[in-house]
């Protein structure tokens, strides 16, 4: 457990390949293993720099877990790896067709009455995310097979901008659907 190892990306903190694609069964195993080893009450009898360090470590590890274990945020600490680039992401812009797709969506939302009304309009949602998300998977896997071009990483940029909104858009039905019980 060093300072230099914190400075690893969160795949490599796991010791998974910078990829899409994890085996989120091995990351949650991974994580309860660091974590144990890391977790600062192991460390209360010992120096306070070892204390601060333990504390540093049990922080990456559970910000990794988090990251690395969400299809949406694992894809935009992707792009920033890829990118060398934090902020890409946020000047890559969706289509203007998308985002009047997103307007009628949400006034479509705003418009249900029944609760069945809302399970379909959530199954279709649920429906769209899982396919924006296997795009995603296949724009990393041809970036990863091909080299990196600017094009393909703006590519990238914006379908994970489509998948946010979608996934923020389900996540509201989902909470319409929730009062309504």
Same mark, same amino acid.
């Given at each position: 457990m060093s300072n230099a190892q914190l400075s690893k990306n969160y795949f490599e903190l796991f010791g998974f390949p910078i990829d899409y694609d994890v085996d989120l069964l091995k990351l949650h195993a991974c994580y309860k293993a660091i974590q144990q080893r890391v977790h600062p009450d192991r460390f209360s009898g010992?120096? =306070?720099? /070892?204390? $601060? &360090? #333990?504390?540093?470590? !049990?922080? !990456? +590890?559970?910000? !990794?877990?988090? +990251? *690395? %274990?969400?299809? &949406?945020? $694992?894809? +935009?600490? &992707?792009? #920033? *790896? %890829?990118?060398?680039?934090?902020?890409? *992401? =946020? $000047? +890559?812009?969706?289509?203007? =067709?998308?985002?009047? =797709? /997103?307007?009628? &969506?949400?006034? #479509?939302? #705003? /418009?249900?009455h029944s609760r069945a009304q809302a399970v379909e309009f959530e199954e279709r949602l649920v429906d769209r995310v899982r396919r924006q998300e296997a795009g995603l998977k296949k724009l990393f896997q041809q970036i990863k097979v091909q080299s990196e071009q600017g094009g393909e990483l703006e590519s990238v940029a914006q379908t994970i901008q489509e998948y946010r909104y979608l996934s923020k858009l389900l996540e509201e039905t989902q909470s319409k659907l929730k009062a309504s019980e």
């Amino acid at each position: 457990m060093s300072n230099a190892q914190l400075s690893k990306n969160y795949f490599e903190l796991f010791g998974f390949p910078i990829d899409y694609d994890v085996d989120l069964l091995k990351l949650h195993a991974c994580y309860k293993a660091i974590q144990q080893r890391v977790h600062p009450d192991r460390f209360s009898g010992q120096p =306070e720099q /070892q204390q $601060r &360090l #333990a504390m540093q470590w !049990a922080s !990456a +590890v559970n910000d !990794a877990y988090h +990251v *690395l %274990k969400n299809p &949406l945020s $694992r894809s +935009v600490y &992707l792009l #920033a *790896l %890829k990118t060398g680039d934090d902020r890409f *992401l =946020e $000047r +890559v812009k969706v289509s203007s =067709e998308f985002l009047f =797709e /997103q307007m009628e &969506l949400r006034e #479509a939302l #705003a /418009q249900l009455h029944s609760r069945a009304q809302a399970v379909e309009f959530e199954e279709r949602l649920v429906d769209r995310v899982r396919r924006q998300e296997a795009g995603l998977k296949k724009l990393f896997q041809q970036i990863k097979v091909q080299s990196e071009q600017g094009g393909e990483l703006e590519s990238v940029a914006q379908t994970i901008q489509e998948y946010r909104y979608l996934s923020k858009l389900l996540e509201e039905t989902q909470s319409k659907l929730k009062a309504s019980e």
